[in-house]
């Protein structure tokens, strides 16, 4: 069973560009998490996502940021018109709620991330 | 406010002697805890987690972790170090911001700042 995919692991934008992040849950994973890493900062949440919902978006800059999960295919943050600020490495997560069960897994497993540096 | 601390930017200890990484929380319900390991450029790794049952959890890599509720902690343990143990592990806690055990849907989890640990041989 393959892991949390995210690609590209590194991207370089320059000021004003657009960056998208892509990250594959794991199978049968419904529920995408995005964080930021930035130095000295540690991890913040941004969105969670389930299949064509937005959950919680309470983490994510009101401007320039968006996600998307849709039925069909990856998990997409996008970030438009980049600042050298942005530069931090983002890292998904996918979990698991079993059908039925109340409660459920609370793991998350992280994809590798992508180191994404504006010039 | 949910809240989770870990006191200690950084950790060195020589190569097998016990480790304790520390983390303290606060939370309005019962906590749903949780340890994750970084290595040098790599994602997280879930290590452990506590949700109910016993105090004491056994996770990956020989790590096991302490859940003392009356001192609001969960402090990661090892035995014996090894230089690979190396990396920077994070506490978390699931937000509970409703109160309860049950947050419905939301499996945000709140976390802490991360301390480095260095194994020396």
């Known amino acids: 069973n393959a892991g949390v995919m995210q690609n590209p692991r590194h991207l370089v934008r320059r000021r004003g560009q657009e960056a998208r992040l892509r990250c594959s849950p794991m199978k049968g994973h419904s529920h995408v998490y995005w964080y930021r890493q930035l130095p000295e900062e540690g991890l913040k949440f941004m969105v969670y996502?389930?299949?064509?919902?937005?959950?919680?978006e309470s983490g994510m800059p009101k401007e320039r940021f968006s996600a998307e999960f849709p039925k069909e295919g990856p998990s997409i943050l996008r970030i438009q018109q980049v600042v050298r600020g942005d530069s931090a490495a983002y890292f998904c997560a996918s979990s698991n709620l079993p059908a039925g069960q109340r409660g459920g897994l609370y793991e998350q497993y992280f994809g590798p991330g992508t180191r994404l540096t504006v010039t | 406010a949910q809240s989770v601390a870990q006191p200690e930017d950084q950790v060195n200890v020589a190569e097998g002697n016990p480790l304790t990484v520390k983390c303290t929380y606060s939370v309005s319900g019962n906590p749903y805890l949780f340890w994750y390991v970084q290595y040098p450029n790599r994602g997280l790794q879930f290590l452990l987690k506590?949700?109910?049952?016993d105090n004491l959890v056994k996770g990956s890599y020989g790590f096991e972790a302490e859940f003392n509720k009356s001192q609001t902690s969960f402090h990661l343990k090892k035995p014996s170090a090894l230089v690979s143990d190396s990396a920077l592990y994070f506490c978390?806690?699931?937000?509970?911001?409703?109160?309860?055990?049950?947050?419905?849907?939301?499996?945000?989890?709140?976390w802490g700042l991360g301390t480095s640990l260095a194994v020396n041989p």
């Open positions: 506590y949700i109910t049952g």
């Open positions: 978390a806690v699931r937000d509970t911001p409703n109160g309860g055990d049950n947050a419905g849907n939301n499996r945000k989890l709140i």
């Open positions: 996502l389930q299949k064509e919902n937005i959950i919680d």
